[in-house]
């Protein structure tokens, strides 16, 4: 599968944005997906991932609350909608796919994904 990751941009402090990831092929719902970013000089993180039917959602403690990660298997699209951005949130967002026989399972660690985007910018001015 390809992914393709777009709708970073500069916003203010306070602001939302929506992040998008699209997929190829006619396989996109039997794969797990998930958003990982990583913010200049540090390490990329974990920051929310979605079960193949999107029924089970998990998401970094600092996502929590603020971000909600849906999909629309029969586009091929997840979606990442961010509200209250903080500065902190400052980072390349990279989406990422994982083959999954199972339609609940969800995976945090970076390693369990097969297939990665080209990442999408996001800048949170204070």
């Known amino acids: 599968v390809q992914l393709q990751a777009f709708g970073g941009g500069l916003v203010q402090a306070g602001g939302s944005l929506r992040l998008y990831c699209a997929a190829s092929?006619?396989?996109?719902?039997?794969?797990?997906m998930g958003w990982f970013r990583q913010a200049p000089g540090k390490e990329r993180e974990f920051v929310a991932t979605?079960?193949?039917?999107?029924?089970?959602?998990k998401y970094a403690d600092s996502a929590k609350g603020r971000f909600t990660l849906s999909r629309d298997n029969a586009k091929g699209t997840v979606y990442l909608q961010m509200t209250s951005l903080k500065p902190e949130d400052t980072a390349v967002y990279y989406c990422?796919?994982?083959?999954?026989?199972?339609?609940?399972?969800?995976?945090?660690?970076?390693?369990?994904?097969?297939?990665w985007g080209q990442g999408t910018l996001v800048t949170v001015s204070s």
């Open positions: 092929g006619r396989t996109f719902s039997t794969y797990i």
């Open positions: 979605i079960s193949r039917s999107g029924g089970v959602t």
């Open positions: 990422a796919a994982a083959r999954s026989g199972s339609l609940r399972t969800t995976l945090r660690v970076e390693r369990e994904y097969n297939y």
